[in-house]
């Protein structure tokens, strides 16, 4: 089978009876080869002198006994953390009660327990005479084709149209109430069991990142700690190898809030538009493997604390390191090198008499 096959099996074993098995073949490297998922119902769990056993039941063959490193067990929920709960045996009563009302639904509507009129005769027909009635009835004004016809009764007979009367109504309540019901089971929003009777094409998408956040995330969380523990050997995880699962592609429905998350990485130098691009199943560009970080900014512990040979030096400082290393003197400080503006914005130049006019 293929690896979304395998999951698919995994995620409903331990969604329905609340654990995954499956047996670990690997090669003389010690490394993960093969994955052969296991039936719960098969499997008995137990502790031998400190280490944990699988007992896998066999059709028509001895049982097999598998150690705990050649197994891949998912527990869900559980009360001692290795053996999870069944979720179908948690919520017994309430699928049962769906079962009924689904049974009850196909017998009251599928057996035609509920007349549409019901004729109504004065006298005592004999049986000859109630199925002519019956029948002449039928043939004239039953069916889609006889409808909004003219009917005549004799015999001061009298028709009587009959509804859905109030209490069978709330069956059609408990049925829509059923629904949140499962759905508050396995953590899901009611929307993802097509129910949209609460969602609307303003909230839908802010639905859509809850169930991420709060139905995924978590089963996501428990299959990368288990496959990081049971199925890396001891090289690979002393080289740090890990197992992540990466959900942007589950969030791509809130193109605003994707937008900002790209663009404060980008900024931070955290990632590159290549990057971006790929994440948005874009080809790469020229030149798109550069981080860029800004300028302005220093480490927090040297704020405050710029040495007063790299400040910025002043306009005299400039002026007087570019004469000393020139060979012009330097220009008496009585002269002005930036002629200053009146009060009329007219510069002021020096007079005849070698006095500068107000």
Known sequence: MTAMSLREVGMAHVLLWGNSYAEIVRNPMGQVVELWPIT???VQIKQINGKLIYIIQMNHEPNVTLSRENVLHIPGLGFDGLVGYSVVGLAAKAIGLGMAMETFGSR????????GVIVSHPGKLSPEGGKKLQESLTTSYSGLGQAHRLML?????KLEKLGIPPNDSQFLESRQFQVPEI???FNLPPHKLKDLTKSSFSNIESEQISFVTDSILPWLIRLEQNYKMQLFNATEKKRGMYFKHTVEGLLRG???????FYRTLWGLGAISQNEIREKEDMDPIEGGDEYFVPLNMVPLS???????????????QVLDEGMENS??????????????????????????????RN
């Open 40 to 42: 719960p119902n098969r």
């Open 108 to 115: 009251y509507f599928g057996a035609g327990t509920h007349p």
């Open 153 to 157: 009764l004799e015999e001061n007979m």
């Open 183 to 185: 759905a508050r089971w």
């Open 254 to 260: 809130s193109a605003k809030d994707r937008a900002v």
């Open 302 to 316: 040297q704020a405050g604390k710029v040495a007063a040979s790299e400040a910025r030096p002043s306009t005299t």
């Open 327 to 356: 060979s012009l003197r330097a220009i008496p400080s009585q002269i002005p090198l930036i002629a200053p503006q009146d009060s009329d914005g007219l510069e002021a130049r020096s007079g005849s008499n070698g006095k500068r």
